[in-house]
């Protein structure tokens, strides 16, 4: 059947089909790096590793871009009331923000463009929106003619998209109101006396708007049409919509092909936000003794993506004894199985083996039906359930058991959790380059008998949150 995909732009759920078959090139919206990433991002974030998952598992390579907003109002008020650089105040907080990914176990995107090093192609678009009429100066700022873009508003669906204020908190709609319409919206914004971040441009100092960070760095990096578009449902309006009529009016190119948004996380009852003040970081439930794992999982399966999550402590446990099921099912399977080479015990009908099968099918069924990841995990309870029964009653051969460790770990791939809560294997990302040397370090120490150094630097490195297990082949790390 393959992949079918909701696209918010055509409204239904349709086959997914990259331009060029088997690559798919993938943009996500990323962060603005003023303060720390909530759960409500996560949750997104989380969603787009589900389908960039589901899409290497089958068999698309995927060349992923998510951006990072380092240079926007508040950010430039945070620098300026800081007295430092917007690269010394921003550090902090992007690098929190990878903690968080990795704590996630995120699989890494390929490119993390960040908005203050893309300058120069955000003002070459903005050049080429003036020369052609979609876009005029004024005061030293430009702004973008939505009139000038019969399309504009196809894909929120707003016929008057542009009268209403933005559904997100990042809208580019403060002071700057030289603009001819009142939809127009702003592509770089004049500098205002004493700014930190500005940049010389043909309409004189001045810093770009949101929207066109995200045209340029997704047309630099992957060319004039992506793939797939990914985002929050707060990005719809004005985000996304913005990004079309400033990308198709430059390239007279379709954008995108396939949009996919996902739903928003409630606390209490509203969007959880920064702005509202009503957020929960990853951080603090970390801080608390809730396992990473528990927290990707109920982000995860809480609800399909297009669905609202409310997001209640309570189901944290609930989402403990889910994940800690699978992982135990997993370790009986694992345990159990005879060293290679040894004796197998007795043949029989092979009744886990065969379940297995049926449950990997059903997950990959359910993940193709617009990433239904609560029926995909529906299945894989079924295994975890039908596989305990055989195995108590001794039912399961060893190579029953084996298919079912291998369909698990299919599923995982996916899923993301099991291996790591398990304590199989570290999460997905590589080290820092400052873990690496520690470790590396550490290794050579090792390798001279140098023991006492080792274990000093075990120490170090346990600090940072990795563990180093010493294994006959080579030491082996995971985070805790
Ligand atoms: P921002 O830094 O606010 O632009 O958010 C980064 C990403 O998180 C965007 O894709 C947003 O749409 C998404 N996002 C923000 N708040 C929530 C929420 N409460 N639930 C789900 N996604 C969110
Ligand atoms: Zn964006």
């Not at 090093?117 to 955000?122: A, E, G, K, L």
């Not at 997001?311 to 944290?316: D, I």
Request: glycine share 10%.
């Amino acid at each position: 059947m393959g992949l079918h995909l909701y696209d918010t732009m055509r409204g239904r759920v349709e086959p997914f089909q990259p331009r060029e078959p088997g690559r798919v090139r993938m943009y996500t919206c990323g962060p603005t790096v003023h303060g720390r990433n909530h759960l409500g991002n996560f949750r997104t974030y989380l969603q787009e590793d589900l389908l960039r998952r589901h899409l290497e598992a089958s068999g698309f390579a995927v060349t992923h871009v998510m951006n990072i907003t380092d240079v926007e109002d508040k950010i430039i008020r945070g620098a300026a009331e800081a007295g430092v650089s917007i690269d010394q105040y921003t550090a902090p907080h992007i690098e929190a923000f990878f903690t968080d990914l990795r704590r996630l176990n995120v699989l890494p995107a390929h490119h993390y463009p960040r908005a203050t090093q893309y300058v120069p192609q955000m003002l070459q678009l903005i050049e080429r929106l003036v020369a052609a009429g979609f876009g005029y100066p004024a005061e030293g700022s430009v702004y973008f003619h939505v009139g000038a873009f019969p399309h504009y508003g196809a894909l929120s669906g707003l016929p008057a998209a542009g009268l209403q204020a933005g559904a997100s908190g990042r809208v580019d709609s403060d002071e700057y109101d030289a603009k001819e319409e009142v939809r127009d919206f702003v592509l770089w914004k004049a500098s205002r006396p004493g700014e930190v971040a500005v940049w010389p441009s043909p309409y004189g100092q001045g810093r770009p708007g949101w929207h066109i960070e995200c045209s340029a760095m997704a047309m630099a990096l992957l060319g004039e049409t992506v793939d797939l578009h990914c985002g929050g449902v707060d990005n719809i309006f004005p985000h996304h919509e913005n990004e079309i009529a400033q990308s198709e009016a430059a390239t007279g190119q379709q954008f995108v092909r396939h949009w996919m948004h996902c739903e928003h996380l409630l606390l209490a009852g509203g969007k959880m936000a920064k702005s509202e003040g009503n957020v929960v970081t990853v951080e603090a439930l970390v801080a608390r003794g809730v396992r990473p794992m528990v927290i990707r999982y109920l982000l995860l399966s809480g609800a399909h993506y297009r669905r609202r999550l409310h997001f209640r402590e309570e189901e944290l446990e609930a989402a403990a004894e889910a994940v800690d099921r699978l992982v135990g099912f997993w370790r009986r399977c694992a345990e159990s199985l005879p060293p290679a080479g040894g004796p197998q015990d007795g043949a029989g009908p092979d009744l886990l083996g065969a379940a297995a099968q049926r449950a990997v099918a059903r997950f990959q069924a359910a993940l193709d039906d617009d990433l239904n990841l609560p029926a995909g995990l529906a299945a894989c309870f079924d295994l975890v359930h039908e596989g305990n029964r055989l195995l108590d009653r001794g039912e399961a051969s060893a190579a029953g058991r084996a298919a079912a460790l291998d369909g698990l770990r299919t599923i995982d791939r996916v899923l993301g959790v099991i291996e790591v809560a398990a304590g199989e294997v570290a999460v997905a990302s590589a080290l820092s380059p400052e873990e690496q040397a520690l470790f590396d370090t550490r290794e050579r120490a090792r390798a001279d008998r140098d023991y006492g150094r080792a274990d000093a630097l075990r120490a170090d490195l346990l600090r940072l949150g990795i563990a180093v297990e010493d294994r006959p082949g080579g030491s082996r790390w995971r985070r805790v």
